[in-house]
């Protein structure tokens, strides 16, 4: 704990004494040069536009493009989705984060997919493209030597047939053979998409597949070999980490998972047209466009219809058998050719989802006195499970069936103030008395002449525990539970001082009958509620080529059984962002050092048979050990790419690299990556 605090005291008084000599910049990516910028070369100005759709309305919100050069190398390892996470060391295996306001608010219905959350395709994320000219995007990453290497290439290719029609695909592979034993893991993501887009009429469509297959090794047996590895060592020739004996070597156990889904969003736009003007580009694609006077159409209110289809499958498996000491409890048994009972899973699950919405809405913005936008809808939702069974046969199969309604009022068209507002009720059905309310106000202002935004958001929920959630069946867990309906207030506000690069939060949640996984890996329920605090304060500045970034965070937990979390979390990054003089400052360079670190706590432990992360107290992960990279990120033209010595403390440190309990982050090794922007 001390030692987290002193990084921390250290890196705020460094920018504290820095702050009282220069000027804080509001983007350190948006200045040096009058040219076109990286992001005009490769967005081409307005002509690249991407969306994603409000799942319930149907409106289109303005994503942004991931062009920027500056953090390129972060943002492409699994260690960057949020300020403190664990992981089993894949860049594909399941994850969570160690920030509670980083984690989703409840588990999904298919429970088994909550460690791969932000990684599947999702209604909330999925884009749109509007583009004047063909654009596609190719990411490759590469870490370690042959035996260990993990590789990733993705794609994203978008198309605009004339100005109403596009369509496209992603696709994301990535193949891991595992710095550890039995630790091998492969997925593969796909999505083809397409729009239609009309004055009148607006279609948006998609069909896609999630596929993960994950080697389980329950994580290493002793951590001693980690954290001394002299220890082991045979004579001159050191150990590798595929050396260190794990819970379930030999490549015997799996778990693979499926999903696959489509949706499709249309709506008819009611309207009038009146005069008005247009942005029309020439032959130059840096050029600004210039206005032309046309007729503009109005929309006034709409009508849409979203359909979502989602088929979900985990499988299981152990090839040969475990012994029965591991998992004491047996709730299906299989015998050999002896007549003696062995442990060999082989479960499978599955669920099927079929939602329809039908909304009305009313269209900010179409008279002076819209100030605002309603929208009224209806959701129906069914759901179809089937589980294992304790004796071969047909499986058991069980079924729900919820409508909702719902609301929406929002503002985004305010130059100082905007608002959103929603909620929905679950009127009939097995989720009958479920509700949703959340609130969300931002205002933007100068303040001692500097850019100011502040925003503060509520959320009140009360859901029912998903059904996988309540009913599991296998050969090593298995229950059934009427849990009662989970309760969450929450509470934030957010101040951002945009021109000294400086952001306050601070967040609250009281939990009312939180759900989580003991010590042996079975859900439980606590009935009294638990209270949970976070401020967060993370800064940016730049002088000149000199540049960094920090992070910090405070939260803390009433139940530190149910719900452990770290008290302190921080992330430092300081570099040198240059342009070099022989290349006519075409290629621009961003290189120096970041790290991570996060007080100990009690973490949890990944359970394989389950896939859950499951409470203990007996081991403390974090504290004295920093995880830190150092990197060269080069922008060239339409090219960025990265070379980074990941896990660079353990060449001056004691390691003590663990992410969850008896499971370690990789060791120190080379990541590369490449993005290339293919666009016309």
């Known amino acids: 704990m001390r030692k987290i605090a002193y990084v921390v005291i250290l890196l705020l008084s460094v920018v504290a004494s820095a702050t009282a000599q220069h000027d804080y910049l509001q983007d350190i990516q948006k200045q040096e040069v009058k040219e076109a910028t990286e992001e005009e070369q490769i967005a081409r100005g307005d002509k690249l536009k991407v969306y994603t759709l409000n799942p319930n309305t149907g409106d289109l919100l303005r994503a942004p493009i991931d062009t920027a050069m500056l953090g390129f190398y972060n943002r492409m390892k ?87 029609i596009n369509f496209g695909n992603d696709v994301d592979y990535i193949y891991s053979r595992g710095f550890y034993n039995s630790n091998k893991t492969k997925a593969i993501s796909y999505r083809f998409f397409g729009s239609y887009r009309s004055d009148r009429y607006e279609a948006y469509g998609y069909v896609g597949n999630n596929y993960y297959l994950m080697t389980e090794n329950g994580g290493i047996t002793d951590d001693a070999y980690v954290t001394h590895p002299g220890n082991f060592a045979v004579g001159t020739n050191e150990f590798v980490s595929t050396d260190i004996p794990v819970k379930f070597p030999g490549n015997i156990m799996f778990n693979s998972l499926r999903q696959g889904t489509a949706r499709l969003t249309h709506r008819y736009n009611l309207g009038f047209y009146r005069k008005g003007q ?34 979900s499958r985990r499988r299981f498996k152990v090839k040969g058998t475990l012994g029965d000491s591991i998992y004491p409890n047996l709730f ?42 309603m929208t009224a809808y209806i959701r129906l939702e069914n759901r179809f499970f089937t589980l294992q069974d304790s004796i071969a046969g047909v499986p058991p199969t069980d079924k729900e069936f919820t409508t909702y ?39 933007a202002f100068s303040l001692f002449r500097k850019k100011t935004e502040i925003e503060a958001w509520a959320q009140l929920l009360n859901v029912r525990p998903g059904y996988f959630l309540r009913h599991h069946h296998g050969t090593l867990h298995w229950w059934d539970e009427s849990f009662d309906f989970m309760q969450q207030l929450r509470l934030g506000g957010r101040l951002q001082l945009k021109d000294w690069g400086t952001t306050f939060s601070l967040q609250s949640a009281t939990l009312k009958n939180y759900i989580y996984f003991n010590s042996t890996a079975f859900p439980e329920q606590v009935s009294s509620p638990i209270q949970v605090l976070e401020g967060r304060i993370a800064h940016a500045y730049r002088y000149r080529s000199l540049g960094w970034e920090i992070e910090a965070a405070y939260q803390t937990s009433s139940n530190q059984t149910a719900l452990p979390l770290p008290k302190l979390a921080a992330y430092g990054n300081i570099f040198l962002d240059f342009r070099l003089p022989s290349s006519t400052k075409v290629m621009r360079i961003q290189t120096g050092v970041d ?86």
């Open 78 to 164: 699994a260690e960057s989705r949020s300020l403190a996470m664990g992981y089993l060391g894949n860049l594909n295996s399941p994850w969570e984060s160690k920030m509670f306001f980083d984690r989703p608010l409840y588990h999904p219905q298919f429970m088994y997919m909550y460690g791969l959350h932000g990684m599947l395709i999702d209604p909330l994320t999925a884009r749109f493209y509007d583009t004047k000219s063909p654009t596609t995007q190719v990411v490759f990453l590469r870490h370690g030597d042959v035996q260990t290497r993990e590789e990733e290439i993705r794609s994203t290719m978008a198309v605009n047939l004339g100005k109403k």
């Open 332 to 373: 299906i048994k299989q015998l050999n050719e002896a007549g003696e009972v062995i442990v060999a899973p082989n479960d499978t699950t599955r669920m099927e989802e079929y939602h329809n919405t039908i909304a009305l809405s009313l269209r900010e913005g179409f008279h002076r006195w819209a100030k605002f936008g």
């Open 405 to 443: 309604i719902g609301g929406e009022i929002s503002r985004r068209q305010g130059s100082m103030l905007n608002f959103n507002a929603d909620g929905e009720l679950a009127v009939v059905g097995s989720d009958a008395g479920a509700f949703k309310l959340r609130g969300q106000l931002n205002t």
């Open 595 to 680: 790290a991570r670190i996060h007080s100990s706590y009690y973490a949890p432990y990944y359970e394989p048979a389950t896939q859950q992360f499951t409470t203990q107290q007996a081991i403390k992960v974090g504290g004295s050990f920093p995880f830190m990279n150092a990197y060269v990120n080069v922008h060239l033209k339409r090219a960025r790419f990265f070379f980074e010595m990941y896990n660079l403390a353990e060449l001056f440190m004691k390691s003590n690299r663990f992410s969850l309990v008896h499971t370690p982050y990789n060791p120190r090794g080379l990541r590369m990556g490449i993005a290339i922007d293919f666009n016309k």
């Open 278 to 311: 247009v942005e029309h580009y020439g032959g130059d694609e840096f050029q600004a466009p210039t206005m032309i006077d046309t007729m503009v159409f109005v929309p006034v209110g709409s009508i849409s219809h979203t359909f979502n289809y989602t088929k």
